[in-house]
C-alpha cells in the first residue's frame, strides 16, 4: 500500500477516517460523501422505478416481489404510526428507509477494497497516493446525516405551521407544560429544546452507530491474519445494526411528522 | 504531553463505559418486560417484538453519540 516509508496505525486509521474534501473553511465539499450517496439514490430510483414499471400482477418476478415486501412493509408501519392524511408521509417513509439502508450497505464492502481503488487511480493519475482518501459510507459523515435530519425539522416545522398556523404553533410551544402566562418563557425554553433535540438526536443516533461500526471493522483490519475470525461475527452483527438503525430514522421520522399534524 | 494523553484515555474511557452501563441496564429491563409479556399473552409478542426494537434503537443512542465521541477524541484528535 506504502511507497517508501511505513504505514504506521496510526496513520492507516486516519487516513481510512478522512473525507475526500475539496475547498476550505465552508465551502468545503466532501466529494466522497456526496457522490456515494448520490449513487445509491440513483441506484434505489433506478431499480424501483423499474419494477413499478414493468409490474406484472399474475406472475411477479423475484426482484419484484422483494419491492413489493420493502414497500408493504413500510405501507404497514406509517399506517399504524401515522394518525393524520398527507400524501407525503409514505413516499418520504420509503424513500428514507431504502435510501439509508443502502447507504449503510456500503459499510460492509470490504474496509480497503474501495479506497486501494482509489489510491490506484489516483496514482495512475499522477497523485500522491497517501493523499488520496476515499471514505466510502456517506452516513458515516456527519454532514449527510445532519442533512437528512435537518431535511426532516424543515419538513416538522413546515407541517406544524400549516397545520396549526404560526400562531397555534407559538402557542403549542409556549403553553406546555404550564399553562399560566408567568411561565410562557419557562415553557417556550424547553419546548425548544425538545423539538431541536428530535432532529440532533436522529443525525447523531445514525452516524454514532456507523462510525463507531466502520472504526472497528478498520481497527479489526489492523491485526494481520487475526482479522479473519473477528470481521466475520462483528459484519454478521452490523447487518443488523444497518438494517435498525435504517428503520428506527424511518419510524422516529413518521412519529414527528405524525406530532406535526396533530393539533390538541 | 503524556498527561494530556492520559487524561484523554481517561476521558474515553469514562465516556464509553458509563454509556455502556446506562444501556446494558435499560436493555436488560426492556427484554425482561417483554418477556414477561409475551409470556402473559403470546398473540401480541410478535407486534410487541417491533416495538422492542424501536424502544431498543432509542436506549442506544445516547450511549452510542458517546462511542462515536470517544472514537473520534482516540483517533482523529
Not at chain 1, 412493509?73 to 400524501?87: E, L, M, P
Not at chain 1, 399553562?179 to 443516533?205: D, G, H, M
Request: a neutral charge; hydrophobic letters at 55%; charged letters at 10%.
Amino acid at each position: 500500500m506504502a511507497s517508501g516509508a511505513e504505514l504506521t496505525s496510526k496513520e492507516y486509521i486516519t487516513h481510512h477516517l478522512t473525507n475526500w474534501s475539496v475547498g476550505e473553511g465552508f465551502w468545503t465539499w466532501h466529494v466522497d460523501t456526496l457522490g456515494w450517496s448520490i449513487l445509491m439514490g440513483l441506484v434505489f430510483l433506478i431499480s424501483f422505478r423499474a419494477v413499478a414499471k414493468k409490474a406484472n400482477a399474475g406472475v411477479p418476478t423475484k426482484w419484484q416481489c422483494a419491492v413489493e415486501m420493502v414497500v408493504e412493509f413500510v405501507n404497514d408501519t406509517v399506517k399504524s404510526t401515522f394518525h393524520g392524511q398527507s400524501a407525503l408521509i409514505a413516499p418520504l417513509a420509503l424513500t428514507i428507509f431504502v435510501w439509508v439502508f443502502l447507504m449503510n450497505l456500503l459499510d460492509l464492502v470490504p474496509v480497503d477494497f474501495i479506497p486501494y481503488t482509489a489510491q490506484m487511480i489516483g496514482g495512475a493519475m499522477g497523485y500522491d497516493p497517501h493523499h488520496v482518501y476515499m471514505k466510502v459510507v456517506p452516513t458515516t459523515d456527519l454532514n449527510m446525516t445532519i442533512a437528512l435530519a435537518l431535511g426532516v425539522f424543515i419538513l416538522m416545522i413546515g407541517y406544524s405551521i400549516k397545520i396549526k398556523g404560526v400562531g397555534g404553533f407559538i402557542k403549542e410551544l409556549t403553553t406546555q407544560p404550564f399553562n399560566t402566562p408567568w411561565l410562557y418563557w419557562f415553557n417556550f425554553i424547553l419546548e425548544v429544546v425538545a423539538l431541536l433535540a428530535k432532529p440532533l438526536s436522529l443525525a447523531l443516533r445514525l452516524f454514532g452507530n456507523l462510525y463507531a461500526g466502520e472504526l472497528i471493522f478498520i481497527l479489526i483490519a489492523l491485526l494481520g491474519v487475526w482479522q479473519l475470525p473477528l470481521h466475520f461475527p462483528w459484519a454478521m452483527f452490523h447487518i443488523l445494526v444497518i438494517t435498525l438503525q435504517a428503520f428506527i430514522f424511518m419510524v422516529l421520522t413518521v412519529v414527528y411528522l405524525s406530532m406535526a399534524h396533530e393539533k390538541h | 504531553m503524556e498527561m494530556v494523553l492520559g487524561l484523554k484515555l481517561i476521558a474515553v474511557a469514562l465516556l464509553i463505559g458509563l454509556g455502556a452501563l446506562g444501556t446494558a441496564i435499560g436493555f436488560g429491563t426492556l427484554g425482561g418486560k417483554f418477556l414477561e409479556s409475551a409470556a402473559r399473552q403470546p398473540e401480541l409478542a410478535p407486534s410487541l417484538q417491533g416495538k422492542m426494537f424501536i424502544v431498543a434503537g432509542l436506549i442506544d443512542a445516547i450511549a452510542m453519540i458517546g462511542v462515536a465521541i470517544g472514537l473520534y477524541m482516540l483517533f482523529a484528535m
